[in-house]
């Protein structure tokens, strides 16, 4: 109870807090049966070049349709997932489904030979010291190459890592998987880690998206966020680009891909073949991050 607190107001407390642990169980009971039942999905959002709008890659992020409730976003069932000890099932899920879709798509021929897929990984799973060995035989059963593969972690992955975390990432990129920093920007970290940790990449946060264009702040942001990323050697992805202003606005200040409605949203695999087939297979090579000049 906290301090100061008529008893009044803790029983309000109260009840609104085992509302919310009830609430809590029962989706950590459901979401334990989806995964028995194959109740989750996923689905894929195109990684765009600004300039031409062709996809270079898409995005695997998960779905999960509750047969009564409808369907419940990653926001609300992946935290569920990690306090539950669920997290290593979903997301080694996640990856074999990803990975086996890509496969397929090479084969196929729906996909260029360079398309990859990036994939969320949470820092549970990067402490498990067997993941770059599960990782490179998964990549070999579906015949997807390590350049075909990205994997997006938070900042708080290196932050917080572990020396077996380090080990990981290590071995991970030592394979040649590609790895991405996601939300970049919101950690409020220090940079060093991306001198320290085999990093290829970063995904500039939504949050500083949104006001391009609008707010000189926001563009200055991104500007610096871009000419320190290509100075150390790395990929840039915008995320969340809504408007052809932040996109004009992205373009300008040096970034080359993004990922938003504005291209398309996350969709079933068959709907992302059938939409961006034609221009994925046409479509230019993603361009090399540019030289460091001066
Ligand atoms: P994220 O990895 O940063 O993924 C991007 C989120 O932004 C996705 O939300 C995507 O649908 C949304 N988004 C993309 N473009 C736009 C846009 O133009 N405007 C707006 N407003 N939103 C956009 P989603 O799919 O709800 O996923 C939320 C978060 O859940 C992800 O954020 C990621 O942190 C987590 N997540 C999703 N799938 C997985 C997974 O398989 N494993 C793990 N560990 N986490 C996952
Ligand atoms: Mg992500
Ligand atoms: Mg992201
Ligand atoms: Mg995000």
Redesign the pocket.
């Known amino acids: 109870r906290a301090k100061g607190e008529g008893p009044g107001r803790s029983s309000i407390f109260d009840t609104s807090m085992h509302d919310q642990v009830r609430e809590r169980i029962e989706l950590e009971v459901a979401l334990r049966q989806a995964l028995a039942e194959n109740q989750l999905r996923v689905h894929y ?1 195109p990684l765009v070049r600004l300039e031409t709008g062709i996809p270079v890659g898409a ?4 779905r999960w349709e509750h047969p009564e409730r409808g369907a419940i ?3 609300t069932f ?1 935290p569920i997932a990690e306090d539950a000890g669920l ?1 290593g099932s ?2 080694t899920w ?1 990856r074999q489904e990803a990975l086996r879709q890509l496969g397929v798509w090479r084969s196929e021929g729906v996909v260029r030979d360079d398309f990859y897929l990036s ?4 820092p549970r799973q990067l402490n498990e010291p067997e993941l770059p060995l599960i990782v490179s035989g998964e990549m070999l059963r579906y015949g997807v190459p390590a350049h075909c593969v990205a994997l ?1 972690m938070t900042e708080s992955v290196m932050v917080d890592g572990s020396s077996v975390t380090a080990r990981v990432l290590f071995e991970l990129r030592e394979l040649g998987v590609k790895l991405l920093i ?2 970049f920007g919101t950690g409020f970290s220090a940079l060093g880690y991306l001198r320290r940790f085999p990093v290829t990449g970063v ?1 500039i946060d ?1 949050s500083f998206v949104i006001g391009l264009g609008v707010n000189v702040e926001d563009d200055e942001i991104v500007r610096a966020v871009v000419a320190m990323s290509h100075a150390l050697g790395l990929s840039v992805i915008a ?4 408007t052809p202003l932040q996109r004009e606005a992205l373009y300008a200040v040096g970034v080359v891909n993004g ?4 291209w398309g ?2 969709v079933p695999a068959s709907e992302f073949a059938e939409r961006w087939h034609k221009d994925v297979i046409a479509g230019p090579p993603e361009v090399q991050v540019p030289a460091i000049t001066s």
């Open positions: 959002q995005e695997a992020l998960v976003p990653p926001m992946i997290i979903i997301g996640v994939i969320n990984v949470s997006e996601d939300d995904k939504r995320e969340g680009v809504e990922q938003g409605w504005l949203k996350a």
